[in-house]
């Protein structure tokens, strides 16, 4: 296109993403930066203030340790995770981060960030890795610390810049390049080290959200797998493709149920009013050694809710009304009773105001008062999110200190969250076997990546190539090839959404949608699927891949749009690829290879990794020990 422009940014850290992994990024390489001449630039496709997972706000901090005042330990937290994820977790990252995580939250609140409080002064747990807050302006705090550490030393921020893909020169990654969703400028940018925070992915599997409410989803429209393109494209070895997301949320609105879990205590019954974690308790057997962990993992309680709704025995009620009863007449005398009942009532409307406004908008909508009557909750379509209880992301060097012997070799090759290629760092949603960082964990690790490649950038920045001129040049022709297929080919039809030379963004993410719904285990068939179905889905998708390039966008926004969902594609590929790898069922509730329907143990108690290679356009499929820092027993 010859109306555009390109700008060339040159710097030292380059920090894709302005989410809580970047921003803690930010900060925290900041300090460190000081004093050395070392330049960060940080790029969001959005307003940093409201970008990103946190954009709403959140109504808990969902990893605290409470080590000094509580009577947890490290290693209890560790424990957790591992028997959460059902045995596959990178038990070296998952230390690294909740060792540093407490830290983080004092800085929240030193900023500003109010935390509940009870009468002796103690923050209020939700459960007891959590604690509540009064988050609607959480993350307009955190990035108001990051703008302010990068502009006391010299970095800058820029933010509607898409970034489309990582610059590689030799085995080494040397920036990225993108785009501005506001005028017509390619941005090519120069780094010795990049790190990236793009968060996860939606929108690869068809949502329950229909007609009105199209799109509505739990997971933030805004993350479409720019850190899982970003990283795959650049060579990087994958891991947890396989281990989506699926979260019970409160249906239609996709509130979140923590609070009212942990909280309020509540419970959540059958049409017949039976508790299904009890009446399925059973089942649980059936799980290895994680059944009878506690708390029972996340994606069994999914599924014991499902075995419950595939039996006719749904819908599923939060129990919000019995909840709100129960803790009130606890209270000494009516009076107090009353009082409590009002002060439960509202914080029950501040959690969702706080993090999920529409579902309080659903609630007002179809006068539900929820100190009155109970409210459906469903199993959401898949999301990938390395940070909440699903695992993909980035395969990650650990921190040295925290290996054994026999972690050593396998996970720690370099500087401390480096993926695979030189010189790109991962963090938050984007690296993997590392989950339950949630929103204090990711900006966690984000300052710990950051302090590494900074690190990186002293001891091997030196050796950066350059980013070829060539290479930019053919990039940026591709980046914009759909604004000239449409300008191109728009007037053959009077509808420019039917047309045979192109296929519009939309149209593109649906078929993708379809796609991974059918064959891979979508909502439409209760999240499961088998070896055929995803071998189907994998030459559908390759057919859709052949499609990408007839992309098509009559504008900036439809430019983005186009990119977010090649950047889908890729997503979902590895995800396919992964769930067809491994050979077994492990994450029943988040889906089921129904032609493999047990947990296998013996074979499978391994990380399912991969890595492309976009030259020959072949995927390599890894098989990785899961080797444990302590000893897998809670010991
Ligand atoms: O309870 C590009 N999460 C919760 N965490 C908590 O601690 N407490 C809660 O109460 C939480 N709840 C919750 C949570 C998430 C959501 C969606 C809801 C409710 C509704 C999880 C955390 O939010 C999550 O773990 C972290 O935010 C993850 O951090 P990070 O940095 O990995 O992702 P991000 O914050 O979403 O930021 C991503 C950034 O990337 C940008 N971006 N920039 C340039 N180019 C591209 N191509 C890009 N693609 C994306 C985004 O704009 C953003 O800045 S509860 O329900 O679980
Ligand atoms: P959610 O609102 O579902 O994202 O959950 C918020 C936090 O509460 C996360 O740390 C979850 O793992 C945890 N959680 C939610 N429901 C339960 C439950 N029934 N039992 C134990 N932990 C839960």
Redesign the pocket.
Known sequence: MTNFSTKVVETDLLICGGGMAACGAAVEASHWAKDRGIKITLVDKAAMDRSGAVAMGLS?I??YLDHNGGSNTLRDYVDYVRN?LMGITREDLVANIARHVDGTVHMFEKWGLPIWKDDQGRYVH??R??VMISGESYKVIVAEAAKKALAETGGEYIERVFITHPLVEGDRCVGAIGFSVRENTVYIFKAKATLVAMGGAVHVFRPRSTGEGLGRSWYPPFNSAGSAFFTIHAGAEMTCQEVRFV???FKDAYG????W??LFKSIATNALGEDYMKTNDAELDKWGPYGRAK??P?NL?NWLMMLDIMKGKGPIQMRTEDAIRRISEQSPDPKSAARKLKELESEAWEDFLDMTIAQALLWASTNVEPEKKPSEIMACEPYFIGS??GASGAWVSGAEDLQTATTKSEYCWGYTNMTTVPGLFAAGDASGASS?K?SSGSFTEGRIAGKSAIAFILEEGGKAKQVSDARAAELTSEILKPLATFSEHAGMTTDPDINPKYVRPKQFMQRLQKVMDEYAGGVSCQLATSAKQLEQGLTLLSLLREDSKNLAAADLNELMRCWENVHRLHQAEAHVRSVLHREETRWPGYYLRSDKPTLDQANWLAFCNCQYDQAKNEWKMIKRPVKYITDGNGG
């Open positions: 808990a969902n990893l959460d939700e459960g890795w959590q979260p019970v949320r979140p149920v923590g609070a879990f942990l708390p029972t996340a309680r909440h209880s339950h949630f």
